[in-house]
């Protein structure tokens, strides 16, 4: 097999595991209509598979995802890619550690983000999964970098996969675009329980030495196999 047919077998791969994961995020309750989106990193090279813009969800077939540069330019597909493609391209020039990302409007995350409130550390699961609060991230208008920049400088600061874009909703950068859409959907999980317990009184943190001590069992025992701790 050349190296040009490798490629072409990676993309048809990736394209078809996006189209898989938009599914989870409707599964999930992540997402209505044609909100959020999924991308993945084509290794080694310079180029993403994502989404294609407005298009139900429903009607999402691997032939539907398309393939850009990672300036956002289309390089492969017959539509129109995300509108969140320039946000997903800059986060995977400035990570190269990030392989997938996910964007979501799922209800209670977006509620902090509307809020501008970060998640705070009050869940064993946030610490695990997050080591830490669940950060915001700036106001940024869509159709440019600007929603990557703010992702990026956010999360450079923080432990957590998962960032709350203030007025906006979630993207969740992982090791693969399942570790991606594994991130967002905790994240809507843990903003739920913990909007929830503040119903009822404030919650109570989590001591940081005691944070440290769940995020790095979780990171290094928790699970069976290393191909699952990729995940995480
Ligand atoms: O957040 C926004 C727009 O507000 C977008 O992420 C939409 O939720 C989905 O856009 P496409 O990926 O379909 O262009």
């Known amino acids: 097999m050349t190296a040009v047919d490798e490629v072409r077998r990676t993309i048809e791969r990736l394209r078809r595991e996006v189209c898989d994961l938009?599914?989870?995020?409707?599964?999930y309750g992540l997402v209505v209509w044609t909100a959020g989106n999924v991308s993945a990193r084509v290794p080694g090279e310079d180029a993403l598979v994502i989404k294609p813009s407005g298009v139900a969800y429903d009607a999402l077939t691997p032939a539907a995802i398309v393939v850009t540069d990672l300036h956002g330019n289309l390089l492969d597909g017959d539509l129109s890619p995300s509108s969140d493609t320039a946000a997903h391209a800059y986060v995977?020039?400035?990570r190269p550690d990030v392989n997938g990302i996910v964007h979501t409007h799922s209800t209670y995350a977006t509620a902090w983000a509307?809020?501008?409130?970060p998640i705070p550390?009050?869940?064993t699961m946030i610490a695990d999964e997050f080591g830490g609060e669940i950060p915001v991230g700036p106001f940024a208008l869509i159709g440019d970098d600007s929603i990557g920049r703010g992702i990026v400088e956010t999360l450079?600061?923080?432990?957590?996969?998962?960032?709350?874009?203030?007025n906006h909703g979630v993207f969740a950068v992982g090791a693969s675009a399942k570790a991606a859409v594994k991130a967002a959907v905790m994240c809507e999980d843990v903003a739920r329980t913990v909007h929830i317990s503040r119903q009822i009184g404030e919650p109570v943190p989590i001591a940081p030495e005691?944070?440290?001590r769940?995020?790095?069992r979780y990171k290094n025992i928790y699970g069976q196999q290393a191909g699952e701790r990729e995940l995480r």
């Open 22 to 27: 938009h599914a989870e995020l409707t599964r």
């Open 92 to 94: 995977y020039r400035h």
């Open 114 to 117: 509307a809020r501008g409130e």
């Open 121 to 123: 550390c009050t869940l």
């Open 156 to 166: 450079a600061q923080s432990r957590s996969d998962a960032v709350l874009m203030r």
């Open 210 to 212: 005691d944070v440290d």
């Open 214 to 216: 769940l995020y790095a």
